[in-house]
């Protein structure tokens, strides 16, 4: 399956919302703006990072469709359309095939733990009602199950339009296996920034990330440094971005960086339950690291 090029630093984009709860259109345009004039190499809409699992389908729609428009084409727009219904996902992935992106991340189905062969004919069905490519993710700590390399394997050769993997395990010995077995033009993505570094001296091509909502510039340096094997500038970028990429996970994401968008005045902090305002002791920890790298404006 042909497919616009995968690799570097993409955005797992938040969703914004205004200060009643509602979508918040005009602050997604301002940060798509100032993801592409900082040179980020693709966006994904509503995944984990983006709240979507408190979007109705209406919203959801409305936000992936805005979203590709907004972009223009300039990078790759994939939609996050995950569930733990097979039916769910498909229903969603068509709605975001009728939005116009050039693909989908589908989350490994949370909560109910299907085996393998449950996992392969969860891709199939996918596959089967929408032709676009898929990025399969694997996130143990949000679905309660561990997709070993073995089995993203068998999906990825039963199932082709599975092109890629967002690998968040947390396990370089496992990230490592999987690059090492993985089907010839099949992408491994980092799906943990502090990962990237590692992952990519390892043949990962770049990372699904959280960061790079805030700091998209030396993100992406860090990205293409290492797919260029320019590796003492890459661990130099890392280094610089580190506390900040702790910091995003000081509580469950999003809460910390859409708090840190807020405080850059991109977005109103405002969150959908159950997701709620970062603790007030963790506050002056999030403004301290975005501080140090010069991303706050006057106001803050």
């Known amino acids: 399956m042909k497919t616009k090029a995968l690799e570097g630093a993409i955005t797992a984009i938040v969703t914004p919302f205004a200060k009643k709860g509602e979508v918040d259109l005009p602050a997604l345009k301002k940060l798509l703006k100032y993801q592409i004039d900082n040179g980020i190499n693709g966006i994904i809409v509503c995944g984990s990072t983006g709240e979507a699992v408190t979007l109705t389908d209406e919203e959801y729609a409305q936000v992936v469709k805005f979203t590709v428009d907004e972009v223009g084409g300039r990078v790759p727009v994939y939609a996050g359309a995950g569930s733990n219904s097979t039916a769910r996902a498909v229903a969603l992935s068509r709605i975001a095939h009728t939005c116009g992106v050039d693909g989908l991340l589908h989350v490994t189905p949370f909560y109910n733990k299907p085996t393998p062969n449950g996992l392969v004919l969860h891709y199939k069905a996918i596959a089967d009602a929408v032709k676009l490519p898929i990025i399969l993710y694997n996130v143990p700590g949000r679905t309660g199950s561990n997709v070993l390399p073995a089995t993203i394997l068998r999906i990825a050769t039963e199932v082709p339009q599975v092109i890629a993997v967002k690998e968040a395990s947390g396990n370089i010995k496992q990230i490592e296996e999987m690059i090492k077995i993985a089907p010839e033009g099949f992408v491994v993505l980092s799906g943990d920034d502090v990962m990237t570094l590692p992952a990519m001296k390892l043949g990962a091509r770049g990372c699904i990330s959280v960061v790079a909502n805030e700091a998209p510039r030396d993100f992406t340096a ?28 000081i509580e469950t994401n999003p809460i910390p960086v859409k708090t840190a968008l807020a405080m850059m005045g991109m977005i109103e902090e405002s969150f959908r339950l159950p997701m709620v305002a970062l603790e007030e002791k963790n506050r002056p920890v999030v403004k301290q690291c975005l501080a140090k790298l010069g991303l706050l404006n006057g106001k803050n």
């Open 222 to 249: 860090l990205c293409q440094a290492g797919l260029a094997g320019n590796w003492v500038l890459a661990n130099e970028l890392h280094l610089k971005l580190l506390d900040l990429m702790n910091v995003n996970f």
